[in-house]
């Protein structure tokens, strides 16, 4: 027969206790996994107060060719942030050149929930454009570049994830400040003169702007900008 073992939750949350805890330590590990799930991810109870407080907007800025992970990353864990009771809740907005889908470097394509253009002016909380191979060519982009600094200057802070730092600063928004991006594009990074770069850092906070390295660092990036 196979062993049977008791499935022990990871993370110690209210969502988890009052969802999946009690049958967690009674079934079998593998036994009804899709429902098990399912019921890890549900949202709040009924007896949950309600946010009277506005939603804090994150606008996630990505370009044809974009790296998946530097804007899937980030944006689980903001949404398990409200999954998990943060208050005010986050509103993730997606950006593109033109407010259609953009394809990343694995195929897969995301969908568009505004063009860039319409950035201008919003009340953006978090401003994270993602990199990936297609920055460079999207670099190139003046009215995109144009449509970044108009949004920055509405944003709370404003962040990039990996080689999006080459982005922000194309538009000059890195110019006297700190910032860091993947390794392999420190070089392009420091060629624009007027940013420093700090090439061993995770992310780098420097007054409102805070660039993260590669990938997975704009997950931790996510997790301190909180």
Same mark, same amino acid.
């Given at each position: 027969?196979?062993?049977?073992?008791?499935?022990? %939750?990871?993370?110690?949350?209210?969502?988890?206790?009052?969802?999946?805890?009690?049958?967690?330590?009674?079934?079998?590990?593998?036994?009804?996994?899709?429902?098990?799930?399912?019921?890890?991810?549900?949202?709040? #109870?009924?007896? #949950?107060?309600?946010?009277?407080?506005?939603?804090?907007?994150?606008?996630?800025?990505?370009?044809?060719?974009?790296?998946?992970?530097?804007?899937?990353?980030?944006?689980?864990?903001?949404?398990?942030?409200?999954?998990?009771?943060? #208050?005010?809740?986050?509103?993730?907005?997606?950006?593109?050149?033109?407010?259609?889908?953009?394809?990343?470097?694995?195929?897969?394509?995301?969908?568009? #929930?505004?063009?860039?253009?319409?950035?201008?002016?919003?009340?953006?909380?978090?401003?994270?454009?993602?990199?990936?191979?297609?920055?460079?060519?999207?670099?190139?982009?003046?009215?995109?570049?144009?449509? %970044?600094?108009?949004?920055?200057?509405?944003?709370?802070?404003?962040?990039?994830?990996?080689?999006?730092?080459? %982005?922000?600063?194309?538009?000059?928004?890195?110019?006297?400040?700190?910032?860091?991006?993947?390794?392999?594009?420190?070089?392009?990074?420091?060629?624009?003169?007027?940013?420093?770069?700090?090439?061993?850092?995770?992310?780098?906070?420097?007054?409102?702007?805070?660039?993260?390295?590669?990938?997975?660092?704009?997950?931790?990036?996510?997790?301190?900008?909180?």
């Amino acid at each position: 027969r196979r062993p049977r073992h008791q499935c022990h %939750l990871a993370v110690q949350s209210k969502l988890h206790r009052r969802t999946v805890a009690n049958r967690a330590r009674s079934r079998p590990c593998g036994v009804d996994r899709q429902r098990f799930v399912i019921a890890a991810t549900a949202g709040r #109870d009924d007896d #949950d107060p309600v946010s009277t407080h506005p939603p804090r907007t994150v606008a996630l800025v990505a370009v044809e060719d974009h790296q998946l992970l530097d804007l899937a990353g980030p944006a689980d864990v903001f949404s398990t942030a409200g999954l998990l009771g943060a #208050d005010p809740p986050y509103d993730l907005q997606i950006a593109s050149p033109g407010g259609v889908a953009v394809r990343s470097f694995s195929g897969i394509v995301v969908g568009a #929930d505004l063009d860039t253009a319409a950035l201008a002016g919003r009340d953006i909380d978090t401003l994270m454009v993602v990199g990936g191979l297609g920055v460079r060519a999207a670099a190139r982009d003046e009215a995109l570049l144009a449509d %970044l600094r108009a949004a920055a200057g509405s944003a709370r802070r404003t962040t990039s994830v990996c080689s999006g730092a080459l %982005l922000l600063a194309a538009a000059g928004l890195l110019d006297g400040y700190r910032a860091t991006t993947h390794w392999a594009a420190c070089a392009e990074l420091s060629a624009h003169g007027g940013v420093t770069v700090d090439e061993d850092r995770i992310y780098v906070e420097d007054r409102h702007r805070w660039p993260s390295a590669g990938g997975t660092a704009g997950i931790d990036l996510a997790h301190a900008l909180g």
